[in-house]
């Protein structure tokens, strides 16, 4: 920033606050009525020697922390808003051995304002870098929202691990506003969700939408394929076939429900080795006479 604090200070209170709504003059102010540190980042973004900044603090002499007053009213004619472009930038590998460097070069060669890195694997479905980029990306453009707001990545591949996540994600820019934008590969561009580049975050939706089908389609015909082989999924059954035929059998006999749990044992499972409980071996014989009455 070139100017210093008390010019950078004078330059943001040329403007009214948007969010706080104090008037030209003044400082912003908090909830409870008192003078805030930091100018809110709607009054500063706008201006193109802040722009860089990410928060603007107030003067000591304007009494941070002390009940708000009203200042003059300045003079100057309000600062002329510009629309440049605010970039967000993101870079990502999956591991340590890969490199981020040649990313960043591209990023910061783009003009971002802030560029956002880390090294996780694609297993890993929170990446708080990314989310804390959307974020900053987000409240530009509600700070500002006649200024293009581009969300900036190397390539397509670093934003998501397939076309559902990048689905869920384009709808978020799409609803925020933001642009996206891809350095590198066949898809080298801006996309103005808003614009032209609206039909990109459909095929992007679309895309998202059939894989999920795809998804759901493979699970069902594996669980029709188990069922077909005896798999029909779930945990095992504490109280196997064999254990219920005997355990039938003794009940026939008279013996007491809690006597009969202390004959069996369980054969697999965490409880392997160990009695049934009552409650097991009940539920057990109501789903036998459940089954016995259906086949009848």
């Known amino acids: 920033m070139d100017l210093t604090p008390d010019q950078a200070a004078n330059t943001v209170e040329r403007n009214d606050c948007p969010k706080c709504e104090v008037p030209a003059g003044s400082a912003c102010r908090t909830r409870g009525g008192k003078t805030a540190t930091k100018y809110h980042t709607p009054r500063f973004v706008l201006i193109a020697a802040l ?29 002329q808003r510009t629309q440049k472009p605010i970039r967000i930038g993101y870079a990502r590998t999956s591991t340590a051995r890969q490199e981020l460097a040649s990313q960043l070069e591209a990023l910061h060669a783009a003009d971002c304002h802030k560029v956002y890195k880390e090294q996780i694997s694609t297993r890993v479905k929170v990446r708080p870098e990314l989310e804390a980029a959307l974020a900053l990306a987000h409240q ?98 504490v109280i196997d076939d064999d254990m219920l ?44 006479e459940q089954e016995t009455e259906a086949a009848s």
């Open 51 to 79: 722009r860089e900044e990410l928060e603007v603090l107030i003067p000591a002499d304007r009494g941070p922390g002390h009940p708000w007053k009203q200042g003059s009213a300045p003079a100057a004619v309000p600062a």
């Open 140 to 237: 530009f453009k509600e700070a500002a929202p006649d200024t293009p707001v581009i969300f900036t990545v190397h390539e397509l591949k670093r934003l998501a691990r397939n076309a559902a996540e990048l689905m869920t994600l384009s709808a978020e820019l799409q609803a925020g506003g933001i642009q996206l934008e891809l350095l590198t590969g066949p898809l080298t561009g801006i996309y103005d969700p808003n614009g032209m580049g609206a039909m990109f975050f459909a095929v992007l939706a679309v895309a998202g939408q059939i894989e999920r089908n795809y998804i759901r389609e493979k699970t069902l015909e594996g669980q029709l394929t188990a069922a077909k082989k005896g798999n029909h999924g779930g945990r095992p059954k």
């Open 245 to 288: 035929t005997f355990a039938l059998a003794l009940k026939d006999k008279g013996v007491p429900v809690p006597e009969i749990a202390k004959k069996l044992t369980i054969k697999t499972g965490k409880n392997a080795g160990t009695n049934p409980s009552v409650a097991s071996l009940y539920r057990a014989f109501a789903e036998a």
